[in-house]
């Protein structure tokens, strides 16, 4: 089964996956205010989510992903890491998982291809939930006033 393969694969390349994302985060123009953000807890909470990535789509229930990324949004909150920039770095967290599926895939029959089709599904479903988690946790925290934007240059 592909998506099963694939899923092994990404779990197996996730310390290649996170030092990409890492890279992009840290250079993206959209997120200047993650670029003096600490690699090392960037990369456990990516790391985690790819090379446990079969884990995270078999349980995508509400309760599970919401304990997970509702305090994720807090945390940014209380950092004053702007909103747009916590959605960004989830959006290119995504990304470049479904990018290195297109590279990894080559499905050779049309069950391959639906397969992945399906497993690309799975991936947008369980982010879609982590966003709106996210996002939620971030409106819920208590600070004190709104997150300021740092200039990027």
């Known amino acids: ?3 099963a393969w694939l899923i092994r694969m990404i779990e197996n390349h996730a310390e290649d996956l996170t030092r990409e994302v890492l890279n992009d985060l840290g250079g993206n123009p959209r997120t200047p205010y993650l670029h003096g953000v600490s690699q090392d807890k960037m990369h456990r909470r990516l790391y ?3 090379h446990n990535l079969g884990r995270w789509l078999g349980d995508q229930t509400d309760a599970v992903v919401e304990a997970a990324y ?3 949004g807090r945390r940014r909150r209380a950092e004053r890491v702007p909103l747009s920039e916590v959605v960004c770095a989830v959006i290119v967290v ?3 998982l479904r990018s290195y599926i297109r590279r ?3 499905a050779d029959s049309a069950v391959e ?3 992945e089709a399906e497993l690309n599904l799975m991936i947008g479903h369980f982010f879609d939930k982590a966003l ?3 996002v939620k946790g ?4 208590d600070t004190a006033g709104p997150p300021v934007a740092r200039k990027a240059g």
């Open 1 to 3: 089964m592909l998506s």
């Open 104 to 106: 990894a895939a080559a």
């Open 70 to 72: 509702a305090p994720f």
């Open 94 to 96: 995504k990304e470049h």
């Open 132 to 134: 709106y988690f996210t």
């Open 113 to 115: 291809l639906h397969q």
């Open 138 to 141: 971030y409106e819920e925290a």
């Open 48 to 50: 985690d989510l790819y």
